[in-house]
């Protein structure tokens, strides 16, 4: 193993830690103006594609991915959730890579829009890779204007009348994402360090602290040409309950086919599976979650949709079996 590449990984995981609570100490021992909520929860894919919540993932496929989401959360229910994600990561120089995303989400009357760019270094030993990436966003928090003609509305609210000029941040995120001995997947996530809001405001409330752990291991089973992947992914996000994804992964004929379940114990308690499929460069991904909960009744359950086009990758994948040979 190289003693120079594994002095680099340690010296920057720790200037990772030391930052983020510098940072942390810095933030949360004031009082500020807080989002509304992390928007990290929404997509249910970040098992398959984490560069969708994890700065770390930045640039780590070698190649450029351009990614786009949606998700409609609570299907055939009135005002239901839809979000969508678009994302481009990809390298731009030695060991770092660059990153953007874009991201619009819909909840009732509540509207969100949410810019990042984002900046990863990869250190890379014998047995071990490592992403450290770094994230500037800006986001808006807005409520619709419709609102105020809805009869179930006061729309005379003091506060409702204040929201409808909406309320904007910019804050920056950490994240760092690694592969151990090509089995070993681990990663962090602390976002939210800065939580600015932008323009005059006199609002004071005490910030969140939040954090995602992700753990997983690859098993390759060559004899059948497959591999699975089982994680957990855990999340303590600002205005979102805590909860644990637990998560099993299985990819089919060099993931040509991919296939994977998933359950999240707390919050809404749903069951999730997941289908996928590849053909060169070109990605499907296709998931559906129903929750225990007794709203469950009340709607069709949470759709999501990704396509991700990974552009560059050397490993293509062949549907005539002539080219193939």
């Not at 819909?106 to 047995?127: E, H």
């Not at 069951?271 to 469950?296: C, D, K, M, T």
């Amino acid at each position: 193993m190289n003693t120079i590449n594994i002095k680099q990984t340690t010296f920057l995981t720790a200037a990772l830690i030391i930052l983020s609570i510098s940072l942390s100490n810095v933030v949360f021992g004031q009082d500020g103006s807080p989002r509304y909520f992390d928007e990290r929860y929404i997509s249910t894919q970040g098992y398959v594609n984490p560069v969708l919540f994890n700065p770390g993932a930045i640039g780590q496929g070698d190649y450029h991915q351009l990614i786009v989401n949606y998700r409609n959360k609570w299907a055939s229910f009135p005002d239901s959730p839809k979000s969508f994600i678009a994302s481009y990561d990809g390298p731009i120089g030695n060991n770092l890579a660059l990153g953007a995303m874009f991201l619009s989400d819909n909840n009732a009357a509540l509207q969100t829009l949410k810019g990042q760019i984002g900046l990863n270094y990869t250190v890379n030993s014998t047995a071990n890779k490592l992403g450290i990436g770094l994230t500037a966003e800006v986001i808006g928090h807005d409520i619709d204007a419709g609102i105020i003609n809805d009869d179930t509305v006061n729309g005379s609210d003091i506060l409702i009348l204040d929201r409808l000029n909406g309320r904007n941040f910019f804050d920056i995120s950490l994240g760092a994402q690694g592969i151990y001995d090509d089995k070993f997947i681990y990663g962090i996530v602390l976002p939210g360090l800065l939580d600015m809001m932008l323009g005059d405001t006199d609002d004071e409330v005490e910030n969140e602290f939040g954090y995602i752990l992700h753990l997983g291991y690859r098993i390759d089973v060559a004899s059948y040409d497959m591999v699975i992947e089982p994680s957990i992914i855990a999340k303590s996000l600002r205005y979102v309950p805590f909860h644990v994804d637990i998560n099993v992964l299985g990819k089919f004929l060099n993931e040509q086919l991919t296939g994977g379940i998933s359950y999240t114990v707390n919050a809404d308690e749903k069951l999730g599976f997941l289908i996928g499929a590849r053909v060169n460069a070109f990605n499907f991904f296709y998931s559906y979650n129903i929750s225990r909960h007794e709203f469950q009744q009340y709607n069709n359950g949470s759709h999501e949709l990704s396509v991700r086009f990974d552009l560059g990758r050397k490993d293509k994948v062949m549907t005539d079996p002539l080219m193939s040979n």
